[in-house]
């Protein structure tokens, strides 16, 4: 709820449940249609409004009573009006001892009053429940996330105006928060939905062959505690048919490394950099100069390349910022097995930023204050989302072409197999080559050994040595980029254009990146491949699909348009005399809906 009704309170001193009087309205008289009053009528002043309507009651025969109002803090937004015998009225007398005994009464005049945003004025609006089109509409949008506010004015330049529409934004509100968020109105349900709220929300996610994020599943649990995780993963390889991922990757996080350590004690387990990296400013905050030590220690981690340099780098850099004695650089060193690349690179990871990306991404779809009816609705249309994204980048690898950046026949040979996502990770490494300076050490019996320098920046160049096997057309290298990320570094592809090799070994082509691997649970029919309607809303949506395409033909010319009027006219007729037939038992008839309110949107309001 927005800013406009976030304040709103019901002011009970002008609610009035009891009838003002017993006597029963005499018979409507004839009154002049000026004096009428009528939904779209605007005034200058509430009070005006009020006025108007009071003599328009008096005329035709019946009181009226203020029955609500709604405020934002000392202003009036919009005011409920009802005949005075509006309601049921139970007596507390007995009804064997009543002497006047009172005809049973529901009067259902009701008239809305409210403001109209940036006129200025008052508008007479009648309270009547929202359509099927305009509810479909609403339900549509919400699921979108498209704001309220956003909607009703949709609706209102639909129509031409406020005052073409019979209801007004607090009723669609209204029905938003009470059909389509399901939000509990009875105390327990409340408290509970208080204790959801508190839930930590965790997910499992992988890297398809497009580099995209792919989420597996989710959890809630009540806290981060060692016991919790262990719940998790119990849970999460039984999933799984007791099968332990080789690697996994998570958060900075104490109580996950003993549960996975208690739990899949085979699984490679890896901390997020990026994770640990954003904690610095935290951390290191209050040392001068935090941000020249934030770039030297990224720095260490990135450019250190080997166990043995990075071991001689981190301590340089604790001497060199006095940080020898702080405990959360000592507690990473101590942990560094699990974060620090260099004691990784030697075990495959499909991508450092997979989840990171992941959670952003769903971070569109739910906030902190979803409901937990929201948070099932809207994930399921984030595994759509992410579906519709895979389907769209496969589409891409067959229907076009990313250019090659070099002439080299090795390069080409990765375009025809790779996706495109990672097909573009390879051309990064051909256009790293221009900054590599190859020299050959020494050669025997088909076994050369290369050193290859890589300019990093004006003044820095780091060595890197590559061996090349010419019986095996097998290549080593150093950097380990094809054994954590499966592609093929520039340092080795130097190698390879200075062996003048023109096609790579099929080692080197993974399948795990190819645009024709074939994924099975792709076949799978998911939920969201089906939405979950009632049948109604079902029907009413394959309708206003069938006759969108008959309006969109018929629209080119007024023959035609005239066609499709006397063929609705008739069909009308036909469907009316049915609709009496079976009068009560007719799936035509739902919620005292009737055919006139099919097209509300299109025609002016009436009482």
Same mark, same amino acid.
């Given at each position: 709820?927005?800013?406009?009704?976030?304040?709103?309170?019901?002011?009970?001193?002008?609610?009035?449940?009891?009838?003002?009087?017993?006597?029963?309205?005499?018979?409507?008289?004839?009154?002049?249609?000026?004096?009428?009053?009528?939904?779209?009528?605007?005034?200058?002043?509430?009070?005006?409004? =009020?006025?108007?309507?009071?003599?328009?009651?008096?005329?035709? =025969?019946?009181?009226?009573?203020?029955?609500?109002?709604?405020?934002?803090?000392?202003?009036?937004?919009?005011?409920?009006?009802?005949?005075?015998?509006?309601?049921?009225?139970?007596?507390?007398?007995?009804?064997?001892?009543?002497?006047?005994?009172?005809?049973?009464?529901?009067?259902?005049?009701?008239?809305?009053?409210?403001?109209?945003?940036?006129?200025?004025?008052?508008?007479?609006?009648?309270?009547?429940?929202?359509?099927?089109?305009?509810?479909?509409?609403?339900?549509?949008?919400?699921?979108?996330?498209?704001?309220?506010?956003?909607?009703?004015?949709?609706?209102?330049?639909?129509?031409? =105006?406020?005052?073409?529409?019979?209801?007004?934004?607090?009723?669609?509100?209204?029905?938003?928060?009470?059909?389509?968020?399901?939000?509990?109105?009875?105390?327990?349900?409340?408290?509970?939905?208080?204790?959801?709220?508190?839930?930590?929300?965790?997910?499992?996610?992988?890297?398809?062959?497009?580099?995209?994020?792919?989420?597996?599943?989710?959890?809630?649990?009540?806290?981060?505690?060692?016991?919790?995780?262990?719940?998790?993963?119990?849970?999460?390889?039984?999933?799984?048919?007791?099968?332990?991922?080789?690697?996994?990757?998570?958060?900075?996080?104490?109580?996950?490394?003993?549960?996975?350590?208690?739990?899949?004690?085979?699984?490679?387990?890896?901390?997020?950099?990026?994770?640990?990296?954003?904690?610095?400013?935290?951390?290191?905050? =209050?040392?001068?100069?935090?941000?020249?030590?934030?770039?030297?220690?990224?720095?260490?981690?990135?450019?250190?390349?080997?166990?043995?340099?990075?071991?001689?780098?981190?301590?340089?850099?604790?001497?060199?910022?006095?940080?020898?004695?702080?405990?959360?650089?000592?507690?990473?060193?101590?942990?560094?097995?699990?974060?620090?690349?260099?004691?990784?690179?030697?075990?495959?990871?499909?991508?450092?930023?997979?989840?990171?990306?992941?959670?952003?991404?769903?971070?569109?779809?739910?906030?902190?204050?979803?409901?937990?009816?929201?948070?099932?609705?809207?994930?399921?249309?984030?595994?759509?989302?992410?579906?519709?994204?895979?389907?769209?980048?496969?589409?891409?690898?067959?229907?076009?072409?990313?250019?090659?950046?070099?002439?080299?026949?090795?390069?080409?040979?990765?375009?025809?197999?790779?996706?495109?996502?990672?097909?573009?990770?390879?051309?990064?490494?051909?256009?790293?080559?221009?900054?590599?300076?190859?020299?050959?050490?020494?050669?025997?019996?088909?076994?050369?050994?290369?050193?290859?320098?890589?300019?990093?920046?004006?003044?820095?160049?780091?060595?890197?040595?590559?061996?090349?096997?010419?019986?095996?057309?097998?290549?080593?290298?150093?950097?380990?980029?094809?054994?954590?990320?499966?592609?093929?570094?520039?340092?080795?592809?130097?190698?390879?254009?200075?062996?003048?090799?023109?096609?790579?070994?099929?080692?080197?082509?993974?399948?795990?990146?190819?645009?024709?691997?074939?994924?099975?649970?792709?076949?799978?029919?998911?939920?969201?491949?089906?939405?979950?309607?009632?049948?109604?809303?079902?029907?009413?949506?394959?309708?206003?699909?069938?006759?969108?395409?008959?309006?969109?033909?018929?629209?080119?010319?007024?023959?035609?348009?005239?066609?499709?009027?006397?063929?609705?006219?008739?069909?009308?007729?036909?469907?009316?005399?049915?609709?009496?037939?079976?009068?009560?038992?007719?799936?035509?008839?739902?919620?005292?809906?009737?055919?006139?309110?099919?097209?509300?949107?299109?025609?002016?309001?009436?009482?």
């Amino acid at each position: 709820m927005d800013d406009s009704t976030s304040n709103c309170q019901l002011n009970q001193g002008e609610v009035d449940y009891e009838f003002e009087s017993n006597e029963v309205p005499e018979p409507f008289s004839v009154v002049d249609d000026q004096f009428v009053l009528k939904v779209g009528m605007t005034f200058t002043t509430l009070e005006d409004a =009020g006025k108007f309507h009071r003599n328009y009651a008096k005329a035709v =025969g019946f009181s009226t009573r203020v029955r609500s109002t709604n405020r934002k803090g000392n202003e009036i937004k919009n005011q409920l009006i009802t005949c005075s015998r509006e309601g049921k009225w139970k007596s507390k007398i007995s009804p064997t001892e009543k002497t006047n005994p009172t005809s049973s009464l529901n009067f259902p005049a009701r008239i809305y009053i409210h403001t109209l945003k940036d006129v200025g004025a008052w508008i007479i609006s009648k309270h009547k429940k929202l359509s099927l089109s305009i509810r479909r509409t609403i339900e549509n949008n919400e699921e979108a996330g498209i704001r309220p506010s956003k909607t009703y004015q949709s609706f209102v330049a639909a129509t031409g =105006g406020h005052r073409e529409l019979n209801f007004i934004e607090k009723d669609m509100r209204n029905y938003i928060t009470r059909e389509v968020r399901n939000v509990f109105e009875q105390e327990d349900a409340k408290e509970f939905g208080k204790y959801l709220y508190n839930l930590v929300y965790g997910s499992f996610v992988r890297v398809n062959h497009h580099g995209q994020s792919t989420l597996l599943g989710c959890s809630l649990m009540k806290n981060k505690e060692i016991e919790s995780f262990k719940w998790l993963f119990q849970c999460w390889l039984r999933c799984m048919g007791e099968n332990d991922p080789k690697g996994f990757l998570t958060d900075q996080s104490a109580s996950m490394k003993r549960a996975l350590e208690a739990y899949m004690p085979t699984t490679i387990h890896r901390w997020y950099i990026w994770h640990i990296m954003k904690k610095i400013p935290s951390k290191l905050n =209050g040392y001068k100069g935090h941000a020249k030590i934030e770039q030297e220690m990224s720095e260490v981690v990135w450019n250190s390349h080997s166990k043995d340099s990075f071991d001689r780098n981190w301590n340089d850099f604790l001497l060199n910022f006095g940080l020898m004695d702080n405990k959360w650089l000592s507690d990473l060193y101590e942990d560094r097995h699990i974060w620090v690349p260099i004691y990784l690179d030697h075990y495959f990871w499909a991508a450092h930023k997979g989840a990171r990306a992941c959670i952003h991404f769903f971070n569109k779809f739910i906030t902190q204050n979803s409901s937990l009816i929201q948070f099932v609705k809207q994930y399921d249309n984030c595994l759509g989302s992410r579906e519709q994204a895979e389907r769209e980048s496969y589409a891409a690898d067959f229907l076009t072409v990313t250019p090659c950046a070099t002439k080299s026949s090795i390069e080409a040979q990765f375009q025809d197999v790779y996706t495109h996502q990672k097909f573009r990770k390879v051309q990064a490494q051909f256009k790293g080559k221009a900054n590599c300076i190859t020299r050959l050490m020494n050669s025997a019996l088909g076994y050369s050994v290369y050193e290859v320098g890589e300019q990093v920046s004006s003044l820095i160049f780091n060595k890197f040595v590559v061996t090349y096997d010419s019986v095996a057309v097998e290549v080593k290298y150093q950097c380990l980029l094809f054994e954590s990320r499966w592609i093929l570094c520039c340092h080795a592809l130097s190698v390879l254009s200075f062996e003048r090799v023109s096609q790579v070994s099929p080692r080197y082509i993974l399948e795990r990146w190819c645009k024709k691997v074939k994924r099975r649970h792709t076949h799978i029919k998911s939920s969201h491949n089906e939405p979950l309607l009632e049948p109604r809303s079902k029907r009413f949506d394959q309708l206003v699909f069938y006759s969108q395409n008959i309006c969109e033909f018929v629209s080119e010319s007024e023959e035609l348009t005239a066609i499709l009027h006397h063929a609705y006219d008739n069909v009308m007729v036909e469907m009316e005399s049915l609709k009496a037939k079976r009068k009560g038992t007719s799936s035509l008839s739902h919620e005292d809906a009737n055919l006139e309110s099919v097209n509300e949107l299109q025609s002016p309001p009436r009482i």
